[in-house]
């Protein structure tokens, strides 16, 4: 049985839009992107730079849950890497493991 997705809080052309994630994607260095809303469902594509990526998985996750290999899958050597970069980008925003945000799980199309 599978869980119902709640409504999403964005459109999907909004989920990855740094040019540096952007450049992991083209190199497939990321595969993963996540956010604090839902931006996309299950199957549905989207082009950036003349590719086409769909999604594969959509889920929630604490962010004490977050793995070394899932920060691999955004793009970044470690979860500690990921940490910095994420706090970095948010200026006062305090890592709190029990936070939880929703996780896109995608894959470039032929």
Same mark, same amino acid.
């Given at each position: 049985? +599978?869980?119902? !997705?709640?409504? #999403? /809080?964005?459109?999907? =052309?909004?989920?990855?839009?740094? *040019?540096?994630?952007?450049?992991?994607?083209?190199?497939?260095?990321?595969?993963?992107?996540?956010?604090?809303?839902?931006?996309?469902?299950?199957?549905? +594509?989207?082009? !950036?730079?003349? #590719? /086409?990526?769909?999604? =594969?998985?959509?889920?929630?996750? *604490?962010?004490?849950?977050?793995?070394?290999?899932?920060?691999?899958?955004?793009?970044?050597?470690?979860?500690?890497?990921?940490?910095?970069?994420?706090?970095?980008?948010?200026?006062?925003?305090?890592?709190?493991?029990?936070?939880?945000?929703?996780?896109?799980?995608?894959?470039?199309?032929?």
């Amino acid at each position: 049985m +599978t869980i119902p !997705l709640p409504p #999403k /809080t964005c459109t999907i =052309d909004r989920l990855v839009t740094r *040019p540096e994630d952007v450049t992991k994607m083209l190199a497939g260095e990321k595969t993963a992107q996540r956010r604090n809303g839902r931006y996309a469902d299950i199957g549905e +594509t989207w082009e !950036l730079a003349g #590719k /086409t990526f769909c999604v =594969d998985a959509v889920y929630a996750q *604490p962010l004490g849950e977050i793995t070394d290999d899932q920060a691999e899958a955004e793009g970044y050597a470690s979860l500690d890497d990921y940490r910095e970069a994420i706090l970095a980008m948010h200026a006062g925003m305090p890592w709190i493991p029990q936070a939880r945000v929703w996780v896109h799980e995608f894959r470039r199309l032929p």
